[in-house]
């Protein structure tokens, strides 16, 4: 599969910039699959504007593979995409899978994917840890073999891996790359991604999408400038795939439109500026930073449990939970920043998501 395989209409969703959640996981009291909120969770994503969803990736757990949910994570959020009919009608979706592991079991993965019709595989290469820069650049290759590939910018705390810019040049040069994910929180790092697409010329082709939950707003409504051949050269983050996003994602759709608009007017009002700290601070509840990031899940999960969307807030790991305090930062920033709050859409829509 290759990027000209993928549908025009899905592939100028990727192109414009998506928000696009990564997927969460419902699981019931005994930790088995609920099926049945895991398939409202996806319903609400839609019905909220994503351009898409990111199942498989970290935010719906990595141990879903050592316990056989992979692939019926992967099928349920693919074909309950496919039936749901969203508020306004139905529209053209960029699906990404999540893939990982070393080479061999990233190109299985990549191909269960592609056969459910997923139109891209965002590669972890934790698994790759002391690699040399040529064999993690076989490795994407080989993956990109089977079916596009959005790259993915880590940080080491998060299980990432210190890659260069002249490994980002090379990675972007792989002609079936469509995308790249910065998530390093490093503007440094994120900075060498850009600067490797730009050196490879392949802005044109791959699309750049936020991970960075701490810096979200000033990611998409910042412009990028290099030099390149004697010549300045401006490109743009377009969207974002984000576990923040897993929440409030109706919010999240409004901000991205509400940035575009004022890319395209160039008009970015203080008020829009001024939204950058209040994302943050939301994500630092969510994601738990005052405990380095324990309970980065089990946050997002207690959002949704209190929205009525899931009825608890487990994880496969028995010691994933909430941090001492935690409930209560989640509970302030919901009172802070209402506008950043879709409570009142959830609870209009919830019954015919659970249906």
Not at 331 to 348: G, I, K
């Amino acid at each position: 599969m290759r990027i000209s395989d993928i549908p025009a209409d899905s592939l100028k969703v990727l192109r414009r910039g998506a928000a696009i959640p990564a997927h969460l996981l419902a699981l019931d009291a005994s930790r088995k699959l609920d099926a049945r909120r895991q398939r409202a969770m996806t319903r609400y994503y839609l019905d909220a504007g994503a351009g898409g969803v990111a199942a498989g990736v970290p935010s719906t757990q990595l141990a879903i593979r050592d316990v056989g949910l992979y692939a019926p994570v992967l099928e349920l959020a693919m074909r309950t995409a496919q039936d749901w009919e969203p508020i306004g009608g139905r529209r053209p979706l960029f699906m990404v899978a999540g893939l990982a592991g070393r080479t061999q079991q990233a190109v299985r993965e990549a191909g269960i994917a592609r056969g459910m019709g997923y139109h891209a595989g965002l590669l972890s290469l934790t698994a790759m840890k002391g690699a040399s820069e040529d064999a993690l650049i076989a490795h994407c290759g080989a993956v990109a073999e089977v079916m596009p590939v959005v790259g993915s910018c880590l940080r080491p705390a998060d299980g990432g891996i210190q890659l260069s810019a002249s490994f980002w040049q090379r990675f972007a040069a792989i002609p079936n790359v469509v995308a790249i994910r910065m998530a390093s929180q490093d503007r440094y790092r994120a900075l060498d991604v850009v600067r490797g697409v730009v050196a490879a010329r392949a802005e044109q082709r791959v699309s750049l999408y936020t991970g960075n939950d701490d810096h979200i707003v000033l990611d998409l409504l910042t412009p990028l400038t290099f030099v390149r051949d004697g010549r300045p050269l401006t490109v743009r983050i377009r969207g974002g795939l984000l576990g923040h996003w897993s929440v409030w994602t109706e919010r999240a759709v409004l901000l991205l439109e509400m940035i575009h608009a004022a890319i395209e007017d160039d008009s970015i009002a203080s008020e829009l500026l001024a939204m950058d700290a209040q994302v943050t601070d939301c994500n630092a509840a969510l994601f738990d930073v005052a405990h380095d990031f324990h309970g980065c899940i089990a946050g997002c999960h207690e959002v949704l449990r209190r929205q009525g969307l899931l009825e608890g807030i487990w994880c496969l790991d028995p010691k994933a939970g909430l941090s001492p305090g935690q409930a209560e930062a989640l509970t302030r920033v919901s009172s802070e920043y209402p506008h950043l709050v879709d409570d009142a859409f959830v609870a209009a829509h919830r019954e015919r998501w659970l249906a």
